[in-house]
């Protein structure tokens, strides 16, 4: 598999909380030859499963992976003359929107621009904050007649971004967050299918996490796992971001431990990596830690949840920045932890 091609198609597609559809499509097909079967349940999580192959005499146990595909955008509210007013799907940063083109999508798509009044006729107080929702608009360059015939409220509005490489393996673009926890799967499964491993894997592209982890929730609760391990984005070292905030970028996984965290994960994928020679750091995580672990870990009667977080720069912007030899780490260490879950016990409780 081509990582760049891969993951450049699946940040490139629109997938907003709640419409995760198209990007759906592109995770079944790129998982297709490396599962046994799929689900797709009423709030879009898709669920792929790979069959294990259990010693004689041992029971069936599964274990979930799951990173999240939904991504943050707009949604149309109104018109004012020709222009759109929006309002935000997701934790929208209003301070990076100003000027960025996005695509529309009314009856058919539209090229628009984010825009506000110029600076010059701003007073001195506005011209020092973010420009505010109901001071921002669209402009698609239609007319007020034309607007209500190709764009109805409701209608969703993307970022519209080539995802682009940058030097020494660097790629930038929407949506890294977490179509890199995506393709971290998509790895981990191609690593799965040259190994042999006595637990089923069921590795889940959930929905509407950056809504309140709604996919997790209810896919959690579906497939009933054994244990389970969720990948996300964490913050990547960059300028006016302290080391105790952020993690090396290139650095490996950040492995989480707090008490969203299971100590018995958490010491099979430090072990794991350390035995396999893979990059890894530790994450502090000493609350809630606002990804999909947090709903899995409270799933039915509990589930033993790691958390593998991949460094990420400019994290809600539209230039999202990841290093492919951090998702290349993430996916490999999660294939070789599924293996060592034969001889590991991951059942005792939390300390």
Partial sequence: MDLVAHLKELTMATGLSGYEGDVRSLVQKAWDPLVDAFETDALGNLMALKRGEPAEGTPRRAIMLAAHMDEIGLMVTGYEGGFLRFTRVGGV???????????VHGRRELIGVISSRPPHVLGEQERRTAVPTDKLFIDTGLTAEEVPHLVQVGDLVSMRRETIALAEGYLSGKA????????????CLQELSRLRHGWDVYAVATTQEE????????????TAPDAAIAVDVGFGAQVGVSDDESVEMDGGPAIAMGPNIHPSIYELLVQTAKEHEIKYQVEVAAGQTGTDAWAIQVAREGVPTGLLSVPLRYMHTSVETVCLRDIQRTGRLMARAIV???????????L
């Fill in 93 to 103: 940063d209003l301070r990076t929107v100003l000027g960025q083109e996005v695509t």
């Fill in 211 to 222: 809504l309140g982890l709604r996919g997790a929730i209810v896919s959690a609760y579906h």
């Fill in 340 to 350: 060592a879950l034969d001889s590991a016990d991951v059942s005792a409780p939390m």
């Fill in 176 to 187: 890294m967050d977490d179509r890199a926890g995506v393709a971290t799967l998509t790895v």
